[in-house]
Nanobody
Framework: QVQLVESGGGLVQPGGSLRLSCAAS????????MGWYRQAPGKERELVAR???????YYADSVKGRFTISRDNAQNTVYLQSNSLKPEDTAVYYC???????????WGQGTQVTVSS
């Protein structure tokens, strides 16, 4: 059974940084893409960053140069380092893993990130 547990959200001032973590259990790292989505109030959930099983990355244009996704395969953990945060980054951030064979998605419970002075 796949389980994802997120941590690291919180309140931060504009220009600040946060590091989100997502610990995954029940997966084999090489068989899953790992990523982060976010959903702001009144908006659709959007892909922020994805780390493919082969190691390549994707970033939404809005976060390029500010966010970095990485993973620790030994710990089955994916991270999102978020720098130079802006008020528009305020959202609930969700960890996602996708099975590369079945394309089945699994989601974490979400962690709130609020960027405000």
């Amino acid at each position: 059974q796949v389980q994802l547990v997120e941590s690291g959200g919180g309140l931060v001032q504009p220009g600040g940084s946060l590091r989100l973590s997502c610990a995954a259990s029940g997966i084999i790292a090489g068989l899953y893409h790992m990523g982060w989505y976010r959903q702001a109030p009144g908006k659709e959930r959007e892909l922020v960053a994805r780390l493919l099983s082969i190691g390549s990355t994707y970033y939404a244009d809005s976060v390029k140069g500010r966010f970095t996704i990485s993973r620790d395969n030994a710990q089955n953990t994916v991270y999102l380092q978020s720098n130079s945060l802006k008020p528009e980054d305020t959202a609930v951030y969700y960890c996602n893993v996708r099975n590369i064979v079945t394309s089945k998605d699994y989601w974490g419970q979400g962690t709130q990130v609020t960027v405000s002075s």
